[in-house]
């Protein structure tokens, strides 16, 4: 997530973001904001245990419908791979596709 320089709204990936009412929207698109899902989205360094299967499960379409996940947040890019943490312990997990994901650590 981070601020867009040209008009201050909120992003994640190529798409708009905004809270309200303890829901996330993702260009519109409703989601509950949990706790872990809260973590995922504004930590670089969520917590191993904070986020459940299911909730990363869950996640999976927020960067699927954003591109968060891809190179300029293009659709038809690879994976934006790195050896952050969040990337490590969760994004890769949801990736693991691997024509996609250039290496996996598996926690």
Same mark, same amino acid.
């Given at each position: 997530?981070?601020? @867009? @320089?040209?008009?201050?709204?909120?992003?994640?990936?190529?798409?708009? +973001?905004?809270?309200?009412?303890?829901?996330?929207?993702? @260009? =519109? &698109?409703?989601?509950?904001?949990?706790?872990?899902? /809260?973590?995922? %989205?504004?930590?670089?360094?969520?917590?191993?245990?904070?986020?459940? +299967?299911? @909730? #990363?499960?869950?996640?999976?379409?927020?960067? %699927?419908?954003?591109?968060?996940? #891809?190179?300029?947040?293009?659709? =038809?890019?690879?994976?934006?791979?790195?050896?952050?943490?969040?990337?490590? &312990?969760?994004?890769?997990? %949801? +990736?693991?596709?691997?024509?996609?994901?250039? /290496?996996?650590? %598996?926690?």
């Amino acid at each position: 997530m981070y601020q @867009d @320089d040209t008009n201050g709204s909120f992003k994640i990936g190529s798409s708009n +973001f905004k809270y309200k009412d303890n829901h996330v929207f993702v @260009d =519109g &698109r409703k989601y509950k904001a949990t706790r872990d899902q /809260w973590e995922l %989205l504004t930590t670089t360094k969520p917590y191993k245990n904070a986020v459940n +299967f299911q @909730d #990363r499960q869950e996640n999976k379409q927020i960067p %699927l419908q954003s591109n968060a996940h #891809r190179v300029n947040y293009s659709p =038809g890019s690879k994976i934006e791979a790195n050896k952050g943490l969040k990337y490590t &312990r969760f994004i890769s997990q %949801l +990736f693991i596709d691997k024509k996609e994901v250039p /290496w996996v650590l %598996l926690h």
